[in-house]
């Protein structure tokens, strides 16, 4: 089968397309040919090794895991003997560790993978749930969220649209910032309101917020205090400059009454399902800035690192 690999760490042009040996699935796997999947922050992370404290998990000189790729959709292939679930046919979607970069993948029955939503494309599918379960993750540090007022800083990433629609399913009061171009998008997810930072910062508006949600890792909470209502909750994705955030949160919880938390993301089958659920109610929906074929993966890694695409980038594998 076709997969993109890298056998070194180092810029996008590491990675190049070859012929691979094709998984055979164990008895409680399923084999998954692959339609459709993304170029994410973490598999640029992972590629890159950076921070390099990363390489104490992925290998210390080379990387143990040759193929990225953590987000799918596509069809069941083959399955396990013990499978009970899946059937040959089966359209599916859902997160993997690695190896979603490849026409095919093997994943356990168990993983977090569910029948795909219906009415919706591969494309989509494969765009739904990375950033959605990033921001599940750090929205339920601050539950209960409804009626209550939460700021999500980096609206129109992959993260943040996912985490605008999901404060608003989940019944808060939600303020977006995003830049100029993506405010008719990011009003269109549901945000009650909406701020361009290119025009103002939302740090010296004097309003406040029970909950702010930095959905890109790029703001402080230093800079943030101020717009925190008293005992409300700074929520980062990132471990921030020399991991500062994690020694944040453990001072917060006994200094001050404005405490910090840092979402830890763990995969599940339930939250995969959760998802679907939502889409097929029409409460969800995945946004796509753009989709490469398998073969231009460099270039779509190359965009993703400008850090200014909207949604997601999807890379389509086959039709």
Same mark, same amino acid.
Request: charged fraction near 25%; proline fraction near 3%.
């Given at each position: /089968?076709?997969?993109?690999?890298?056998?070194?760490?180092?810029?996008?042009?590491?990675?190049?397309?070859?012929?691979?040996?094709?998984?055979?699935?164990?008895?409680?796997?399923?084999?998954?040919?692959?339609?459709?999947?993304?170029?994410?922050?973490?598999?640029?992370?992972?590629?890159? @090794?950076?921070?390099?404290?990363?390489?104490? %998990?992925?290998?210390?000189?080379?990387?143990?895991?040759?193929?990225?790729? /953590? =987000?799918?959709?596509? =069809?069941? =292939?083959?399955?396990? #003997? *013990?499978?009970?679930? %899946?059937?040959?046919?089966?359209?599916?979607?859902?997160?993997?560790?690695?190896?979603?970069? *490849?026409? %095919?993948?093997?994943?356990?029955? !168990? #993983?977090?993978?569910?029948?795909?939503?219906?009415?919706? $494309?591969?494309?989509? @599918?494969?765009?739904?749930?990375?950033?959605? $379960?990033?921001?599940?993750?750090?929205?339920?540090?601050?539950?209960?969220?409804?009626?209550?007022?939460?700021?999500?800083?980096?609206? !129109?990433? $992959?993260?943040?649209?996912?985490?605008?629609?999901?404060?608003?399913?989940?019944?808060?009061?939600?303020?977006?910032?995003?830049?100029?171009?993506?405010?008719?998008?990011?009003?269109?997810?549901?945000?009650? =309101?909406?701020?361009?930072?290119?025009?103002?910062? %939302?740090?010296?508006?004097?309003?406040?917020?029970?909950?702010?949600?930095? #959905?890109?890792?790029?703001?402080?909470?230093?800079?943030? +205090?101020?717009?925190?209502?008293?005992?409300?909750?700074?929520?980062?994705?990132?471990?921030?400059?020399?991991?500062?955030?994690?020694?944040? *949160?453990?001072?917060? +919880? +006994?200094?001050?009454?404005?405490?910090?938390?840092?979402?830890?993301?763990?995969?599940? &089958?339930?939250?995969?399902?959760?998802?679907?659920?939502?889409?097929? *109610?029409? &409460?969800?929906?995945?946004?796509?800035?753009?989709?490469?074929?398998?073969?231009?993966?460099?270039?779509?890694?190359?965009?993703?690192?400008?850090?200014?695409?909207?949604?997601?980038?999807?890379?389509?594998?086959? $039709?």
């Amino acid at each position: /089968m076709r997969a993109v690999v890298h056998d070194r760490y180092g810029a996008p042009d590491v990675l190049r397309l070859e012929d691979v040996e094709r998984p055979v699935p164990m008895d409680d796997e399923v084999l998954i040919k692959i339609h459709a999947t993304t170029v994410s922050r973490t598999d640029c992370g992972l590629r890159s @090794a950076k921070p390099f404290i990363t390489r104490f %998990f992925t290998g210390l000189r080379q990387p143990k895991r040759r193929i990225l790729g /953590m =987000e799918l959709a596509g =069809e069941v =292939e083959a399955v396990g #003997a *013990a499978v009970t679930e %899946f059937e040959v046919g089966d359209h599916v979607f859902g997160v993997t560790g690695s190896g979603a970069h *490849a026409e %095919f993948v093997c994943m356990r029955e !168990s #993983a977090p993978l569910a029948h795909k939503p219906a009415g919706m $494309s591969f494309d989509q @599918a494969a765009a739904v749930c990375d950033g959605a $379960s990033l921001a599940l993750a750090c929205l339920r540090t601050a539950d209960p969220l409804k009626g209550r007022s939460i700021l999500v800083y980096g609206a !129109s990433g $992959s993260v943040g649209t996912a985490a605008v629609q999901l404060a608003k399913y989940f019944g808060a009061d939600v303020t977006a910032v995003c830049n100029t171009k993506n405010v008719e998008l990011v009003k269109s997810l549901g945000a009650d =309101e909406v701020i361009d930072y290119t025009q103002e910062d %939302f740090t010296k508006n004097g309003k406040t917020y029970d909950v702010i949600f930095d #959905a890109v890792g790029k703001h402080s909470f230093r800079r943030c +205090r101020r717009s925190l209502k008293p005992g409300g909750l700074y929520v980062e994705t990132d471990l921030g400059f020399l991991w500062h955030v994690p020694v944040l *949160a453990l001072l917060t +919880r +006994r200094i001050g009454d404005k405490k910090v938390t840092l979402g830890i993301t763990r995969y599940t &089958k339930e939250d995969v399902v959760f998802l679907k659920e939502l889409v097929e *109610a029409g &409460k969800y929906r995945a946004v796509i800035d753009r989709r490469y074929p398998l073969e231009d993966v460099v270039e779509a890694t190359e965009y993703v690192e400008t850090g200014q695409k909207t949604g997601n980038v999807v890379l389509t594998v086959c $039709s």
